[in-house]
């Protein structure tokens, strides 16, 4: 009964190549993001989706497009992979904070995909 | 926009004794969250401790603590009776309240157990 799930957890491919990481989450959630972890452990918002929109889109090459099928999945689509997109890539979920809204609500983070380029 | 910072690359603290964590954040917004995460090499991040920023007491979680100091920004995380299983990255975090709804991690702290 894993709450926020990654598949692969670990990719290893060629420069150049596409692929995919799929996320899901059974938590019944409004809300899931892809965080990027790069070599140095520095962890870094990349998108976040709320009920299938795009409300975080930080500063992501416009070759990583996340796709939300629903409200449980997002998925991260990486075009012409590079060298430097090697890291490990964490989904995490949660119901959108609300201002004025004393009740929180916790980011759950799945188990992270660890993509390594050559 | 928000920043989270943690000074201390590396520290070391010998097995049951107390070693704190620092952390300090910037940010011009009155209501928010603050975290604590731990990654242990299985790379899971865990939850370690919450603070809410309106709340004045600090929180505590069994062996964890906090000092949370606003007016200071300034959030360190304190670990009694230091177990070899808290050997991990230590992440300080921030979340705010809007609906720009994202954590920002400091660049953590690892934290050695000598036994």
């Known amino acids: 009964d894993t709450a926020v799930s990654q598949t692969p957890k670990y990719l290893v491919t060629q420069m150049g190549n596409d692929k995919s990481i799929k996320c899901e989450q059974n938590l019944g959630h409004d809300t899931m993001y892809w965080y990027k972890q790069d070599s140095k452990k520095f962890l870094k918002i990349m998108f976040s989706y709320n009920n299938k929109e795009l409300i975080i889109n930080e500063t992501v090459p416009n070759r990583f497009s996340p796709k939300s099928p629903d409200k449980a999945h997002l998925n991260l689509h990486i075009n012409s992979l590079e060298l430097g997109d090697s890291a490990v890539y964490f989904c995490?979920?949660?119901?959108?904070?609300?201002?004025?809204?004393?009740?929180?609500?916790?980011?759950?983070f799945g188990p992270g995909t660890r993509l390594t380029v050559l | 926009a928000q920043t989270v910072t943690q000074s201390q690359p590396e520290m070391s603290v010998q097995e049951a004794e107390t070693v704190t964590l620092s952390c300090t954040y910037d940010t011009s917004e009155s209501d928010y969250y603050l975290f604590w995460y731990k990654q242990p090499p299985s790379r899971q991040m865990i939850l370690v401790i919450r603070q809410e920023a309106y709340k004045q007491q600090n929180a505590t979680e069994n062996r964890f603590s906090v000092n949370f100091q606003k007016a200071a920004k300034s959030f360190s995380l304190k670990i009694s009776d230091s177990q070899l299983g808290d050997a991990a990255m230590y992440f300080c975090?921030?979340?705010?309240?809007?609906?720009?709804?994202?954590?920002?991690f400091g660049k953590g702290t690892r934290l050695h157990i000598l036994p």
């Open positions: 995490a979920s949660s119901h959108l904070l609300s201002p004025g809204v004393s009740s929180y609500n916790e980011q759950f």
């Open positions: 975090a921030y979340r705010s309240r809007n609906r720009d709804d994202k954590i920002i």
